[in-house]
């Protein structure tokens, strides 16, 4: 009970984080690292996935009423916290304890591949579900990447500040 | 129901999943016009491919009823053209009816071939009517019953048909000489007919059976016949004989009074 009041606690928190500040604040006059992912990334993978899907809807959606994006955040955030799972099944084959399975016992190597993964990922929904055009999602790549870097930079911070483990 | 029910709770999470994506990308459509404006988009172009398929299939299952909705309205065109051309005579306004069926069967290769077609009495069908196709003429009704009538084929060693030269009075008679389905002869047609290959065959109009100006043939060869002032004209007919598709019956409002009149020379009540 209480890593969930964790969970919603650390939601509330960089959703205003986002909200107020990174949707805000330019970096380099340009761009706007995502870090509401961050919670979302950190949940249980194979736990509670319905309070998971549910939490991560109602974060989207607070963001897509703060930026009037309709459902873009919400569509997003849902969709990488249910994609997750596949994306350790596929990396490292099935394997028995599948419920053991925590991000924070990932190593830094492992992490940034996984951060950037899904940040990477939700970018290119967010950005080609705002402009519903192949065409110009595709022109925006670049700034996605470099975007993605910059998000991830402030993931790998946030993790190291605030949730470093010391064990795997 | 349980084994519904079971599937469903095994995969609740993936059922939730799509649940908050649709709500997501409901409120997405709702919210961007652009979005609006290309889920519409999208939504035309697949319905209107589906639609596309169905109008196949529905063409297909009512082209029966298309069928004889445009041969009914042929038959009115038919009538419409004929009382066009009565203002220059010879027929009289509203003299020819014209009634559509279907050939049931066709015979043309015996060297007295008939046709029977899915009309009779009750449909106003009279013995001794002339029957048309959409291309030209194809036969006389000889014997009618109830709900089908007997045609005597234009490809009847009996059949004697009253033509003209068209646009002139020259008149002779269509008969066919069993040298194949779509080959005709005319005779008695007067020397003094300037006709040459190529020229069109039509109705007289001076039987009762058939208006003027239905079409026959196109002349192929003609020749004199030696001794006698007369050509033997040889045509190809416009009806193909041996696939001629929906007909339509020749109704003259006044075929009796004709006929009487020809019977009885004497004045007629």
């Known amino acids: 009970m209480s890593n969930n009041i964790k969970y919603i606690i650390l939601v509330i928190i960089f959703f205003i984080l986002q909200a107020v500040w990174f949707n805000q604040v330019l970096l380099f006059g340009t761009y706007a690292p995502i870090i509401f992912l961050y919670p979302l990334l950190i949940l249980p993978v194979y736990k509670n996935e319905i309070q998971s899907l549910f939490m991560a809807f109602l974060l989207g959606l607070g963001l897509d009423i703060t930026n009037h994006t309709g459902g873009v955040f919400a569509a997003t955030a849902v969709f990488v916290v249910y994609i997750r799972k596949f994306y350790f099944l596929i990396g490292k084959g099935p394997t028995q304890d599948l419920d053991q399975i925590r991000v924070s016992n990932l190593g830094i190597a492992q992490k940034v591949a996984y951060y950037f993964t899904f940040i990477f990922l939700s970018q290119l929904l967010i950005y080609g579900l705002e402009s519903f055009n192949l065409k110009l999602l595709i022109s925006k790549l670049g700034y996605i990447f470099i975007n993605s870097v910059l998000s991830l930079f402030f993931f790998i911070l946030i993790d190291y500040l605030f949730f470093n483990t010391q064990n795997k | ?188 047609m007067p020397v003094d007919a300037k006709i040459k290959k190529g020229d069109t065959i039509i109705t007289s109009g001076l039987s009762s059976i058939f208006p003027k100006g239905i079409p026959v043939g196109s002349i192929t060869d003609f020749k004199t016949v030696p001794g006698r002032k007369s050509y033997v004209i040889e045509i190809k007919s416009f009806t193909d004989m041996t696939n001629i598709g929906p007909v339509f019956v020749v109704k003259n409002r006044y075929k009796k009074e004709i006929d009487s009149l020809k019977q009885n020379p004497g004045h007629v009540k």
């Open chain 2, 1 to 188: 129901m349980i084994k519904l029910l079971r599937l469903l709770i095994a995969k609740k999470s993936f059922l939730f999943f799509i649940l908050l994506e649709l709500i997501s990308l409901l409120l997405i459509v709702k919210t961007h016009h652009y979005a609006q404006v290309k889920t519409n988009d999208w939504q035309t172009a697949i319905s209107g491919r589906i639609q596309q398929k169905l109008n196949v299939i529905n063409r297909h299952w009512y082209l029966q009823k298309h069928n004889d909705s445009l041969l009914k309205q042929n038959a009115r065109l038919l009538k419409q053209l004929n009382e066009k051309q009565a203002e220059s005579g010879p027929a009289l306004p509203g003299q020819f009816d014209y009634i559509p069926a279907y050939a049931l069967s066709n015979q043309y290769h015996l060297e007295h071939n008939s046709i029977i077609i899915n009309k009779g009495q009750k449909d106003g069908v009279m013995p001794e009517s002339g029957v048309i196709s959409t291309n030209g003429i194809v036969g006389v009704v000889q014997k009618t019953s109830a709900h089908f009538a007997r045609v005597i084929s234009i490809l009847n060693k009996s059949s004697k048909i009253s033509v003209a030269l068209a646009h002139t009075n020259y008149t002779g008679f269509l008969q066919w000489p069993h040298t194949g389905p779509n080959n005709f002869e005319i005779t008695d």
